[in-house]
T-cell receptor, first 115, second 114 residues
Framework: DVKVTQSSRYLVKRTGEKVFLECVQDMDHENMFWYRQDPGLGLRLIYF???????EKGDIPEGYSVSREKKERFSLILESASTNQTSMYLCASSAFREGPVNEQFFGPGTRLTVL | AQTVTQSQPEMSVQEAETVTLSCTYD???????LFWYKQPPSRQMILVIRQEAYKQQNATENRFSVNFQKAAKSFSLKISDSQLGDTAMYFCAFMKDSNYQLIWGAGTKLIIKP
């Protein structure tokens, strides 16, 4: 059974703290993604990675960074958390394949509150 | 830039009824993919159905089917014989042929009433 796990379901942090969100997939997928989900806005891509140590900016990378040192793990880092980063964060992964596109598999999400 | 619009923020129907969720998109691409994802309350996002733009036949997965109108840039999801477990947020998403990034609609909250 395919699985994407995220380190926390709920997280409360203070403004200015450095925050790490971890995501691990066990499907040997090449591609991994970080989204934030806000009501009325759908999902917005923060960063994605198509290989170890590779990363690409998504639509809203400001205030975030990522790290992918191992194929199965993709970390999202909030260098200095701010209240406008309070949101649901979703991690996803997909396989690289030429031809018909693959679906993305999602983790359960981390609801981050920044006070 | 591509955009995806879901014009129905919330819908509710009685169990066993048929419901159709709307999605329109804007693109100048000719080859692309369209998806419907489902996010049940407090549960993970899962794929419901996908459609390749080069295929004229509408995709079907059991009780779920799509009405893909390429010229109109419309991609609606029909759920037949709706069940309580269909209660969820439904997101429409678009992917260009050339990359792996999904462009998402704002979502439709679907409530199935007993």
């Amino acid at each position: 059974d395919v699985k994407v796990t995220q380190s926390s379901r709920y997280l409360v942090k203070r403004t200015g703290e450095k925050v790490f969100l971890e995501c691990v997939q066990d499907m040997d997928h090449e591609n991994m993604f970080w989204y934030r989900q806000d009501p009325g806005l759908g999902l917005r891509l923060i960063y994605f990675s198509y290989d170890v140590k590779m990363k690409e900016k998504g639509d809203i990378p400001e205030g975030y960074s990522v790290s992918r040192e191992k194929k199965e793990r993709f970390s999202l880092i909030l260098e200095s958390a701010s209240t406008n980063q309070t949101s649901m964060y979703l991690c996803a992964s997909s396989a690289f394949r030429e031809g018909p596109v693959n679906e993305q598999f999602f983790g359960p999400g981390t609801r981050l509150t920044v006070l | 830039a591509q955009t995806v619009t879901q014009s129905q923020p919330e819908m509710s129907v009685q169990e066993a009824e048929t419901v159709t969720l709307s999605c329109t998109y804007d693109t100048s691409e000719n080859n692309y993919y369209l998806f419907w994802y489902k996010q049940p309350p407090s549960r993970q996002m899962i794929l419901v159905i996908r459609q390749e733009a080069y295929k004229q036949q509408n995709a079907t997965e059991n009780r779920f089917s799509v009405n893909f109108q390429k010229a109109a840039k419309s991609f609606s999801l029909k759920i037949s014989d709706s069940q309580l477990g269909d209660t969820a947020m439904y997101f429409c998403a678009f992917m260009k042929d050339s990359n792996y990034q999904l462009i998402w609609g704002a979502g439709t909250k679907l409530i199935i009433k007993p």
